[in-house]
């Protein structure tokens, strides 16, 4: 569970109120998302930690206009370009924003990552975080993620990221 006050910036990106998609908030009006994310909200929550808490105070704000990245193909089978941009109604004022790297030589190495949400946290029951979650994971390079192979369930295949990995990606694992 991630520490309440960690991430300021993180947004909770509602369909009639229930959380559906993570998102970053990058101005005072505009959330990053991802591109497949697209299509299934309302609305968006700033300030939100436990979904639970009906006493948590946060903001709440309407969309004004959404953009998916133009070259994002979902029916590809492929999260190349999975970008989202929306514009709020009405501004966060005060909120710290999230910074964007535009440093193309960072991260390095296996410097540490850091992943946040209220995503699935048991496979089996696909049962979903109440209080927003945070992981550490290793930065990997995109030519060491291409080589990476594994064997998902229920498929009597190896599956291999070699096709699957572009420029506009970046790497982490897990161990």
Not at 135 to 159: I, R
Request: with cysteine.
């Amino acid at each position: 569970v991630a520490a309440i006050d960690r991430y300021p910036y993180i947004a909770s990106l509602t369909n009639e109120r229930s959380h559906t998609c993570g998102g970053t908030l990058i101005a005072d009006d505009i959330i990053l998302s991802a591109a497949h994310c697209g299509g299934y909200f309302d609305g968006i929550d700033l300030g939100r930690y436990n979904m639970k808490d009906k006493s948590e105070k946060f903001e709440r704000y309407n969309i004004e206009k959404s953009i998916i990245h133009p070259q994002y193909k979902d029916a590809a089978g492929s999260f190349d370009n999975d970008f989202l941009v929306v514009k709020m109604y009405g501004w966060s004022a005060g909120r710290t924003l999230s910074n964007i790297n535009s440093n193309r030589v960072m991260p390095a190495g296996t410097e540490e990552l850091y992943v946040a949400g209220w995503g699935v946290v048991n496979t089996d029951t696909k049962q979903v975080a109440d209080k927003l979650r945070d992981v550490s994971v290793n930065y990997m390079s995109n030519a060491q993620c291409k080589t990476k192979k594994g064997w998902l369930e229920g498929y009597m295949q190896m599956y291999t990221l070699e096709n699957k990995i572009t420029d506009n990606m970046i790497c982490a694992l897990d161990d």
